[in-house]
């Protein structure tokens, strides 16, 4: 048997596919409730899936969403893929996930493949600035979008971002606290916005406290365990500090490890502070302190943008603020 139609489920219900296509888009206004739950248990009976490209020629909206992330295997992003779903789910849309692996080229493919699924909106998270390319496609498809995390262009454009400056501000704030003098810091990739505004908060707090940061101590990362673990070990290997903040948490997994082959002990010896509050950071031992932003939230809050500017043609900035949580990695020095 072939893929059924309107024509099929109104031939069995015995109605005009009319009534079967007002049912569909929810325009039975007028229609006896009878003919209306008539038309929806023939559908059942038949397990009867509407073509949503087709519907979409009819109601100009697929219900469908991109999204498109720099990096899925960070654990950052699944939980704010996760918001962002279970909000998109309430609101009755589909949501497609794209990975493009900080790569320009690649996130220009699955902008353009996304438009050729005629997606009603795009939640993007870009390297650092969206590139020309990008806008262009998405200006030129007229297709709505809203940046989240990354983008720095919440001022321009609908987004979502939190307050890097204030949250490397208070990991730093939190160390010289402690009595920290002697600190490192290990960033993220300094073309990227966010490592930017971390690091700036950072000195900021250690200028603050008439603390020095050499400019040797300042370790550029790549947001990943395996390079900052490479990085912390000759660091470590060459230098004597007391703290290192690292701007996420995963490199902060990788400075634990360095330290452990070189028998280091946290808290001990080296105070550590990580960045994001991923799920992986209380299994630590220690747990770490970090600065956490709400993920999940931002996920959800980023949806609701995107459907705000496709329903109401709205467009909103939003800053999350960032948050310390104290747990066992950082001590007070003596």
Known sequence: MGRL?????????SVSITTVSRVLNNKAEGMSKETREKVLRV?????????????????????MLGLIVPNISNP??????RGAEDEANQR????IICNSDDQSQKEENYLRLLQEQQVD????????????????????????????DRGGEASNHSGVFLDNEKGGYIAGKHLTNLGHTKIA???GPLEILNAQQRLSGFQRALTEASIELPKSFILVGDFQMEVAYLIAKNFLQHNSVTAIFASNDLMA??????????????????????FDDIPLVTALIPKLTTVRQDTYEMGRKAIELLLNEIENNLSEGVVFEPALIIRESTKKIK
């Open 253 to 274: 997994c990788g400075i634990y490890q360095a330290a452990h082959e070189l028998g280091i002990q946290i808290p001990e010896q080296l105070s550590i502070i990580g």
């Open 92 to 95: 009755n849309y589909s949501l």
């Open 121 to 148: 909106g795009i939640l993007l998270s870009s390297k650092n600035r969206l590139s020309q390319t990008s806008k262009d496609r998405l200006e030129s498809g007229k297709i709505p979008y809203v940046l989240f």
């Open 5 to 13: 139609t309107i024509k099929d489920i109104a031939r069995e219900a």
């Open 76 to 81: 950052f992003f699944p939980e704010l893929c």
């Open 43 to 63: 559908m059942e009976e038949l397990n009867y899936q509407p073509n949503k490209l087709a519907r979409g020629l009819v109601t100009k909206r697929s219900n």
């Open 185 to 187: 810091c290990m960033t």
